[in-house]
């Protein structure tokens, strides 16, 4: 049976639909490899050396020895922790499942995706209160720089809610934590499940919370860990009382 003129075209149009939807398909897991790459957790290197050396094998490394850091898991026990990605973490529960004196093993993962902070230079993106983009608020000269730089420590952060709590700051930082009581000379507490800082719209509110002094950048990795992406790392004065206002950093709830 000799096939009909009109089934050429239907053919050469059905081949590129093929062809669309694979590059379709194509695109998509492109991209959620990268989302998987991108989420990182902290694996804690415990239990026997074999489950260690599993850990290693599973990522691809020799050994963790040389990527490994020490912190404070949430038990206030120090340890050895490993940064993975999500590709990292699906590929070492599956080799544990492999492995019959393994399979009981549950290890200790630790999310990964900490509260943003990136501070402008210069025009205030990340001042709590100010909307940089609006033209009233934008600093007068580009030499009139916001204070403190975020690389320099040790340095102030203003902390309410369950992070202005003694023991879960002890189990962040392993050490007993320096605060005193303080008050946020910006921004507002918005309801919700929980209260979380946020811009005050009217500019005329005060938070109660207190000061915490984070002495190395590793503290301030483990509380913005802590935080999470649902919040940012903004600039924040911070009142001590007796007109004693130092510049400091605050997290801001992410609308």
Known sequence: MTPSKAAHPELVTRQRQELAHRAFRARLMERHRRRLEASKFWIKLEGQSDTIEAVAQAVGISSPNGRAFSATDSSGNAGSFLEINAINKTAIEMYLREIPSLTNFIPTLIPRNPARRSLSSHPPHSILDIESTLPDRRLAHLHDEPLPEHIKYPVGYF?????????????????????????????????????????DPNGTSIVSGKALLVETEAQEDMLRVYQSNAYEVVRCPIDLGEEDIVDGFAFRFIE
Do not use: I, T, W
């Open 159 to 199: 902390v309410e809610g369950d992070l202005a709590d003694v023991a879960v700051l002890f189990s962040l930082l392993g050490c007993e934590p320096q605060l005193r009581p303080a008050v946020a000379a910006a921004g507002f507490l918005r309801g919700g499940q929980s209260l979380a800082m946020s811009n």
